[in-house]
């Protein structure tokens, strides 16, 4: 498929999906955020991707909803225009791919929530996160969803009433993100992480990934339930058979998501 405001590419079973509106610091039009939802689907469906990268072109990751579209609509108009916007978020969850995203210089609002909803999240230190839309008289109503079990209940309310901006350090303090690196480490460090994760079993990280996200909901006693069930099946597989046999006689594994 053919993206205008997206580029994509894959490497080393690696898909890096790259928001591309750089003019305006790639917030979010209609158009990217269908655009942005249908790639990532396009990853998670390509059997030769593992893992896939998240991030911005120019000057900053994502500053939220272009603001320009909201004038002049009704609450009707509004809601379908603000629904597409969310499904990225959703989407990531859904899917069986790992997304790690790839955060430099601003980071706030629907991209704030990009960062929240992602799997994993490696920031540049001079990123700055924030939940700004109170700050213009609207609320991050969909980033609060991933932000609250990303950084629990009360850190998230103060980050979505206040509106304040917040340090790449902080967002490590308060588990926004995994790793704070050096401006000129980024894509470096982003890319090892990713290829850490795409040298183990595909078929675990995959099957890992969707219980993890199924059970998530679930009272506890289900949870284990179903945790249990998946953990059986995936101790049945080729994959597992072969990681095991490799532990055993010290050698590499030769997984085949199988």
Known sequence: MEYKTILTSKKEHIATITLNRPESLNTFSLEMAVELDAALWEADRDDDVY????????????????????KGHSAAELYWFTG?????????????????????KIAVANGAGLVASADLAVAARSTRFGTTAVNVGLFCMGPAIPLSKSVGRKRALELLFTGDIIDAEEALRIGLINKVVDDDKLEEETWKLAKKIAAKSPLG?????????????????????????QFAILGSTEDATEGIDAFLNRREPNFKLK
Do not use: W
Request: contains cysteine; aromatic residues 8%; proline residues 3%.
């Open 51 to 70: 893992v896939v990268i998240l991030n911005g072109a120019g000057k900053g990751f994502c500053a939220g909803i272009d603001v320009n579209m909201m």
């Open 205 to 229: 990280v995959q099957m890992g990934k969707r219980t993890f996200y199924a059970c998530a909901d679930l009272e506890y006693s289900k949870a284990y339930d179903m945790a249990n069930g």
């Open 84 to 104: 597409p916007t969310q499904e990225a978020s959703l989407t990531m969850s859904r899917m069986v791919k790992p997304v790690i995203a790839s955060v430099h």
